[in-house]
T-cell receptor
Framework: AQKVTQAQTEISVVEKEDVTLDCVYE???????LFWYKQPPSGELVFLIR??????QNEISGRYSWNFQKSTSSFNFTITASQVVDSAVYFC?????????????FGTGTKLQVIP | SQTIHQWPATLVQPVGSPLSLECTVE??????LYWYRQAAGRGLQLLFY??????ISSEVPQNLSASRPQDRQFILSSKKLLLSDSGFYLC????????????FGPGTRLTVT
C-alpha cells in the first residue's frame, strides 16, 4: 500500500533562513507521481510541483527547489531565503495505479512558520 | 483559464440536519472531480471522486454521498449530519486521472453543533 510520511509536524524559522521540508514515500509501483501543495491560512490548497518516477532531475523555481531521490524514496522541498508569505502548511502527495485506477495519498502536512 | 467554485464558504448546521455542498468548475470539459475532508486543519482524506457524469466512487464508508448531475458540477450531501462530519471540505478537479495535479477550490468550513 502506498504511504507518504512527513515527519516534521511543525517548523519555525526566522525570515531569510533556508528550510527543507522532508517527504518520504512508499510504493510498490515503478510508475508513480509525486506532488507538493501549499495551504496558506486561507485554506485553499495551491499546486506547486509534479514529478513522475522516471524524472529524477532536481528542479528549481525561484526560491523553491525540490530534491527527488528514488534510492531513498524521498522528495524533499527546500525554500531558500524564507519569507513571511511562505508561512503555510505544505503537503506532499503520491499518486500511483491501484487496482486499475489512480489513487492519491497525501501526507499529514508540515506547518511552516516564518518569523519576521 | 480554469476556475473552481465552492459554496457556501462556511456553514453551521445542527446534528441531524441535511447537508448540500456544491462545487462547479469553469473553463474545462470532462474533468475528474474530487471531494476531500480535512479534519483538525491537517491531513486530507479523499471522500469521493468522479470521472464523469453519474460516475461516483467512494473511498471510505460514511454518512455522506456525492452526485455529479452535470459535467462540471459536483455535490456533496448528507441526509442527517453527525458531529463527526465537522471539518473543512475541499473540492478539487484534475485533467484526466490522478497522475495529474489537482486544483482545489476555496473550501467549505462545516461545523455541526
Amino acid at each position: 500500500a502506498q504511504k507518504v510520511t512527513q515527519a516534521q509536524t511543525e517548523i519555525s524559522v526566522v525570515e531569510k533562513e533556508d528550510v527543507t521540508l522532508d517527504c518520504v514515500y512508499e510504493t510498490r509501483d515503478t510508475t508513480y507521481y509525486l506532488f507538493w501543495y501549499k495551504q496558506p491560512p486561507s485554506g485553499e490548497l495551491v499546486f506547486l510541483i509534479r514529478r513522475n518516477s522516471f524524472d529524477e532531475q532536481n528542479e528549481i523555481s525561484g526560491r523553491y527547489s525540490w530534491n527527488f531521490q528514488k534510492s531513498t524514496s524521498s522528495f524533499n522541498f527546500t525554500i531558500t531565503a524564507s519569507q513571511v508569505v511562505d508561512s503555510a502548511v505544505y503537503f506532499c502527495a503520491l499518486s500511483e495505479n491501484s487496482g486499475g485506477y489512480q489513487k492519491v495519498t497525501f501526507g499529514t502536512g508540515t506547518k511552516l512558520q516564518v518569523i519576521p | 483559464s480554469q476556475t473552481i467554485h465552492q459554496w457556501p464558504a462556511t456553514l453551521v448546521q445542527p446534528v441531524g440536519s441535511p447537508l448540500s455542498l456544491e462545487c462547479t468548475v469553469e473553463g474545462t470539459s470532462n474533468p475528474n472531480l474530487y471531494w476531500y475532508r480535512q479534519a483538525a486543519g491537517r491531513g486530507l482524506q479523499l471522500l469521493f471522486y468522479s470521472v464523469g457524469i453519474g460516475q461516483i466512487s467512494s473511498e471510505v464508508p460514511q454518512n455522506l454521498s456525492a452526485s455529479r448531475p452535470q459535467d462540471r458540477q459536483f455535490i456533496l450531501s448528507s441526509k442527517k449530519l453527525l458531529l463527526s462530519d465537522s471539518g473543512f471540505y475541499l473540492c478539487a478537479w484534475s485533467e484526466g486521472s490522478l497522475r495529474n495535479e489537482q486544483y482545489f477550490g476555496p473550501g467549505t468550513r462545516l461545523t455541526v453543533t
